[in-house]
């Protein structure tokens, strides 16, 4: 399941898979190829503008350039602008990431004329009669249509709960393994409404950092999450892909060596971006759990968007960057996010400034008190803490007063737990303190 909330902050909306089968491929087909065919025109056209007028065309441009194609024709009229939207967010996803320094990021590119993309459905592109989905295709065509189980639109909440959902796009995607074709896949998203939150209860506060998450509770509960485990495979993983870079840059672009390697790149980081996904799903699983199981209404996480921009910006050079380029913050907040909202926590994102540079305790603000090897020292009041919690603690205490610094803490810290990844029963569980 996937969460987005273009719409609302609190609006859930989840997407359900139904595999196909292949004796469905035929029948998809032809409007899987037309899409591709869009995209393939949409690099064209890209680079034949940039290279006659010097300026990459606009996505309004290339929708009204392709209406008078045939592969604009079998597709229904928003499938196919689906298709030149999903380019332009391609684009502007790689020229953000050359703007963090991934300068081993390729541009958008063609891809092979056999290719089956994947076709969206948006609202006015499909209809529900019962449990089948009828998906529209030019006007001249006839729909597929697709019979869906008993049950198909009930999205089961953590609670046990059924939850009747409104269908709000269809995608049709092929699930491709070693060049073939093994199945057809439905990705149907559901709109579950605004899920209402709980306006009152206890905070936590969340401070992450590359290979540690430490956070702290309104109750005075601390908790350290050591997560160096996915921290090295993310950086296992960079290596690895940076290997690959290396090799396939001596070699001519689209020359038979050069597709070996990319397939075989493919491949590899497919299979470590799972293991990386099993582990943030069970990390922010864990983090949406502990906060239901408090009752706490409100989950404060550092924003972000601060330290991308003085990354950016080179303010805080390279430790900011470092931040940045290791684990994925993005996705673990998204993550975390559309999990509490199952639960009915909101998540809230807010300033970490002073946030490592202060005492949790008396407030007073001396950078130099955070010693090296992740120990907080405060030489006014004697505290000694782990660095990261001093700086969940701090976030919490922002949130409720605006400042961490200046003010003693409201509270009374209790015990400590510390979590860290299981092997054997891939979860992270709560292990002795001296073990971390
Ligand atoms: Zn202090």
Redesign the pocket.
Known sequence: MAWSDKSHPHRLLLTKQFPLGLEMLSVFQPAMLAANRIWNSCVWHSREAFRQENRWPTEAELKAKFKSFAAWHELHSQSAQAVVEEYFEAVSSYSRHRENGHLEMNPPNFKPKNHLRTVTWKRQGFDVEDNTLVLKLSRKKEPIKVALPEGWNVVTLPDGIGMKGVPVEVKVKAVVRRRKVENLVLHVTFDLGVVPVYRTGAVSAYDYNSGLVARAALSGQLDLFVCRELLSLVQYRNKVLAEFQEKMSRLKEGSRRWRKLSRAKARKLRKLDRRIRQMEHALTKLFAELDEAEGVAFAVVGDLTNLRRSARTGMKGRKATQKINQMAYDRLHAEQRYKNLMRGVQTDPWTEKNTSSA??????RNPA?RKHRGLWV??????ILQADLNGAANLLKQYLFGSCTGRELPFAFGESRVWRWDKRSNKFEQVSPRAA
């Open positions: 005492c949790c305790l008396c407030g007073t008190w405060c030489r006014k009041c004697g505290l």
